[in-house]
């Protein structure tokens, strides 16, 4: 097999240039774990570069015809090519409750979707870098007041320091997506528990971006907050003026308001 065809449904572009995949393998610090899982290897652009490190590159592909591809190239994954959905698999079949970084050359279709399984799978990721479309890598890593700054923003914020390394061009990849790709990473925080319900905490903040235009005495309507609650000054704010410090404060305040 000389090539893999890309995929649309799959969301597959597959990176042609060996140093942006040279340069985004070097974005782990492959400290605090021995594991690495690349999401999507596809042909294994960014796995070569990977499979040169002092860690234990896994892979996870949903697609059957870049993962005979992979068993056929690189001898260096026998046993370590998992032919799953990540969404959907539980990796800890792999994996055993270990710590472990995620990267990868994300399909834009399920980036999203991506980032909010790590956040799940937090207690087991100190580290995770990878491309994604350009907006949605400078929207996990976006601060208050923008209006790129929501839901995604919050919630990694709250337990990663996030960075936006470096902007990718879209010639440079098989084939050409229509949008420009963006690289980033997120570093677990040393502390990144919550002084707050993390259930109520992520309740919040999702539902006051649904409503990112009205005041949070307004979007937050729906959690039967008390008259008295309601006429804390923090309410006449919108959502994307608050920082994640103050999202944790408004948790608390309406934790303790008996919701």
Request: proline letters at 3%.
């Amino acid at each position: 097999m000389d090539k893999v065809k890309a995929k649309k449904h799959l969301g597959q572009h597959f990176l042609k240039d060996e140093s942006i995949a040279k340069n985004i393998a070097d974005t782990l610090s492959l400290e605090g774990y021995e594991d690495v899982l690349e999401i999507g290897p596809g042909m294994g652009v960014l796995t070569k570069y990977m499979l040169d490190k002092a860690v234990n590159t896994y892979v996870i592909e949903i697609d059957t015809e870049s993962v005979t591809y992979l068993e056929a190239n690189y001898p260096k994954l026998h046993g370590k090519i998992i032919s799953q959905d990540f969404l959907k698999y539980n990796i800890n079949e792999v994996f055993e409750n270990k710590q472990f970084a995620i990267i990868g050359n994300f399909p834009y279709n399920i980036s999203t979707q991506i980032v909010f399984r790590v956040l799940e799978l937090r207690d087991q990721i100190p580290e995770f870098s990878g491309m994604f479309q350009k907006e949605v890598a400078e929207r996990i890593c976006e601060k208050k007041g923008s209006k790129a700054y929501g839901i995604l923003s919050v919630l990694a914020q709250a337990f990663y320091d996030t960075e936006y390394l470096f902007t990718v061009d879209e010639n440079v990849f098989n084939p050409p997506p229509k949008v420009k790709s963006g690289v980033m990473r997120m570093r677990r925080k040393e502390d990144y528990s919550l002084p707050c319900s993390v259930k109520l905490f992520f309740t919040v903040v999702k539902t006051a971006f649904q409503q990112r235009r009205k005041t949070l005495r307004n979007s937050l309507k729906t959690l039967s907050l008390s008259d008295n609650l309601r006429e804390d000054s923090i309410f006449d704010l919108r959502p994307e003026q608050l920082d994640v410090t103050q999202f944790i404060e408004l948790t608390q305040k309406i934790e303790a308001d008996g919701v």
